[in-house]
C-alpha cells in the first residue's frame, strides 16, 4: 500500500500533504525535509525511482510541483507512475489547465479529489467519470446546504 | 459568489511577503485573528477560518489549537462545515491525539447520514486516522455499509474495513462473509477493495474478461482496459498461490495469457507486465512460465525508458540466486547497462553483473569489470573494487590472473579499496611463490611510474624489500626483466620516504623494505645504513622507533641481521572472524609465521617480530592497548574503569595449554577489599585457576593482585582462546561488579 503522498514546488514548498499511516508531527517534518531534498537534488535525466529507508519512493514533475508518493516493498512502482498520472488527470478535469496555483489557492479541494481517488493507501475508484462525478456532486451539496442554512428561517 | 474569497485573500497576503521574517508576523497576526474567531459564537466563516489554519499549517506553522474546532465543525450539520472538519481532522489529529477520541461518536453518526456524500467523509476520514479503539467501536457500523448500501459507499466501506482489519486482525474474520459477496459484483470500484480473503475462480473470471473482451472506455488508460483493477487482481493472486501450489497451478493459464497478450508500448501495460512477472516469481509456477517471466525482464531491459530498465533491474537481482541459468542468459544485456547514463541504473547493473560472475565467464566479465572501473562514477568505486576483488577470489584462474586483476584495481581505484587489501594481497603475493619474479617486476614498474596509491606503493615496497635480489638479478620467465640497480631501487624507495604523498603508514613500509635489503644486495649497505640513521631523528614518532630498532640491528645486533631479515615464508591465511574487531589485529595475525619454535633464542624472535609488525600493522586502527615490558613479552590491558585496572599477561605452556596471568591495580584514592576474578571459558576449554596472591588492593596503586588462570584446550578445536572474567570488589561501602569479555590474546606466544 502507499504510505505518504508530497506535493512540492521546485524551491522545496509543500503544497498538499496525504499521509495514508498514522504519524507523529515531528516524524512528518522529517520526512517532508528528507524527500524533499533527495527529490530536488535529483538530476534532469535520472529514473523517477528512489530508495529511502525501507520504502521505495516514486517522484514526477508536472510544471512547477513535484509529485511524490511513497510505497512498500511489495507495490508496483511503474502502476505508481500511472496513479500521479491519474491524479493530475483528475485535476486538470476540474480545475481546467491545472497549474501549481490552482493547487495553492484552492487545496481543500485538491484534498477532496484525492479522498474520491485515493482512500487508506489504496486505489478507490479507477473511472474518472465517476470521481469527477462524486467531487460535482459534492460541491453542489455544499452549495445547496449553505443556500438553505442561510435562508431565514419563518 | 466564491465561498473560498477570504481564504484566498490571506494566502496572497501571505505568498506576497518579501522574507521570513515578514511571512512569520503576517501568520502570527492571522493565527491570532482565526484563534479569536475560534472562540466567537457561530457566524457562519468557522469553515474558512478552519481553512485558512489548515493552509498555515501546511507552511510549516504549529495549528494544534485548531483540534478542537475540527470536532465541533465535524459535529455541525452543515456540508460544508463537516468537510472542512473532516480534513482538519486528517490533518491535525492523529491517534495519539486525545481529541481524536471525540469524534468518534460524530463519525458513528455520519456513518448513518441519510446523504452518502456525508456518509463517505466518515468513511474516509476513519480509513486515514482511524486509530484501534475506534476502529473497534465503529467496525459494525462498516460491515453494515458494506452489505447493505449502494456502490459507491460499499467500496468506501470495503477499503475502510481494509484499514481496520490492518489496525485490529482480529476483525477480519467479522467482514470476511461481506466481502465474498462484493466479489461476485461486477463493479469496477468495488472489486479493486478488495481485502485477503477472496475466492480464486471468480478472480480469474473477472481478469479474463478485462483481458480478452471488450473495455469500457472510461476504465480504459492508453488502450489497456483499467491497468489499476488487472494490477490488484494480479497482486491478489500472488497472495493466493504464494505457498499454494493447487492455487498457483490454476492460475498458471492466465498469467501466461496476460503475459503474451499485454501491449507493453504504453507505460501502463508494462505496469501490468511488471505485476505478472512479480506474481509469477512469488507463486509456485512451472518453469516454463518463470523463463516466460525473465524475458519479459529481458525485454524490459531493452526498453528506451529508463524506468522500466531500472526496475527489470531491481526485479533481476531478486531472482539472480533462484533463476540463475534464466537470468545468465541476459548477462549481455547486463553487462551493457555498466555504461547508461543513469546512475541508479548503472548501480543495478553493477550489483547484477557482480551476481552473474562465474568460473566460466570470469575472464570476460572481469575485462567488463575493470573498464566499468575505470570509468565508474566515484560513489560507485568502493562497491565496484571490492565486488572485484570477491568474484576474483572465488573464481580466478591462475594466480598470475589473481595478481594482475588485484594491481589493476588499485592502480585505478587504490584510494578506494578497503584496508585488509594490502594484507590480503600481500599473502597471495607469498603463496605465489613461482610468480615473485614476475610480481616483483611489475610492481617495481608500477613503483616508479606513480607513487600516489597508498596500497599499490605498500604492497609494491613490501615486495621490494621481501624479493629485491630476484628484482636486481635481472632475469625473469614471465615478464621482460628491467636491468636495475641497486641504487635505482634505493632511490625508488627513497622517493616513497620522502614523498609528501606518502602516508606513515607507506613511509613505514618503505623504511621497512629499505633495511630488508641490507642482506640481499651487496654494494650499497652503506647508504641503507645512512638511511636509518637518518629516520633515526624523523619527527613521525612510529618512522622515529623504526629507524632506531633499524639502527640497534646494524650495531649491536649485526650478526643477527641476516637472520631477522631473511625471506618471510608463506603466510596462512588467518580465519576471517577472528574477533579482534580491526583489519589491524587481523593483519597482526596473518604476518606471524605459523610455528615458533621454542627452543630458539626468545631474544631472537621478538625483534624479528617487531620488524615484520610494522609491515602490517595498521596505525590507529587497533584498538587494544599495548604495553611491551620484558623484551617485548606484551601485556594487554583489558579493563580500566573507576580506577580500576586489569592487566594480563600470557605465556604458552604446551601445545594445548595456556597460561595467563591477571595482575590488578587500583589508581583511585579508596581501598578495594575483597577483591575476587571469576573466569569462564567456551565448552572446548578447561580452565584452572590458581589462588590470588590476596584480595585487598590498595589506593592509589601502591600495591597489584596476582592471579594465574590456566587454560587447557585438549582437542585443539579451533584453537580460539576466550575468556570471560567477572570482578567484584567492596569500595568506600558499596559493592561493585562487572564483566568483560576478553577474546584475543596478545603476543605470538600465545597462538
Known sequence: ?154 | MSPSVRLQEMIRVIRSARTQGEERGVIQRECAAIRAQFRQADNGGRSHNLAKLLYVHMLGYPAHFGQMECVRLIASPRYSEKRVGYLGAMMLLDEKQDASLLITNSIKNDLSHSSQYVQSLALCTLACMGSAEMCRDLAPEIDRLLRASNSYIKKKAALCAVHIVRKVPELGELFTPAARSLLSEKNHGQCVTRDTHTYMPDLVQIMKGLVTTGYSPEHNVAGISDPFLQVRILRLLRILGRNNDAASDAMNDLLAQVATNTDSSKTAGSAVLYETVLTVMDIKSESGLRVLAVNILGRFLLNNDRNIRYISMTSLQKIVVTDHNAVQRHRGTIVDCLKDPDASVKRRALELSLALVSAVNIRSMMKELLLFLSSCPPELKAQAACGIFNAAERYAPSQRWHIDTILHVLTTAGGDVRDETVPNLIQLITTASDLHCYTVHKLYRALITDISQQSLVQVACWCIGEYGDLLLRGECDEIEPVQVSEDDVLDALETVLQSHMSSPATRGFALTATMKLSTRITDNVDRIRSIVSIYGSCIDVELQQRAVEYNALFKKYDHMRAAVLERMPVIDKSSPDHSNGESGGGALKEVEPPKLKQGEAVTAQEPANQVHDGDNSQDGHNTLMYSCDNLGSPTLTVYEKNGVTLKLHCHKQSETGLTVTLTASNSSDWDMSSFTLQAAVPKSVQLHMKAPSGDFLPARGTATLTQTVLLNNPNKVGLQWALWIRMSYTSQGSAFQDTMQIDSFPGPACH
Open chain 1, 1 to 154: 500500500g502507499m504510505r505518504f503522498l508530497l506535493l512540492f514546488s521546485r524551491q522545496g514548498r509543500l503544497r498538499l500533504q496525504k499521509w495514508f499511516t498514522p504519524t507523529p508531527e515531528r516524524e512528518k517534518k522529517k520526512i517532508i525535509r528528507d524527500m524533499t531534498t533527495m527529490v530536488l537534488a535529483r538530476k534532469p535525466r535520472s529514473c523517477n525511482f528512489l530508495h529511502w529507508r525501507d520504502l521505495k519512493i516514486v517522484y514526477k514533475r508536472y510544471a512547477s510541483l513535484y509529485f511524490c508518493l511513497a510505497l512498500e516493498d511489495q507495490d508496483n512502482e511503474l502502476l505508481a507512475l500511472e496513479i500521479l498520472h491519474r491524479y493530475v488527470e483528475l485535476l486538470d478535469k476540474y480545475f481546467g489547465n491545472v497549474c501549481e496555483l490552482d493547487i495553492i489557492f484552492n487545496f481543500e479541494k485538491a484534498y477532496f479529489i484525492l479522498d474520491e481517488f485515493l482512500m487508506g493507501g489504496e486505489i478507490q475508484e479507477t473511472s474518472k467519470q465517476i470521481v469527477n462525478r462524486s467531487i460535482e456532486a459534492s460541491d453542489m451539496l455544499q452549495e445547496t446546504m449553505e443556500e438553505y442554512m442561510s435562508k431565514p428561517a419563518f
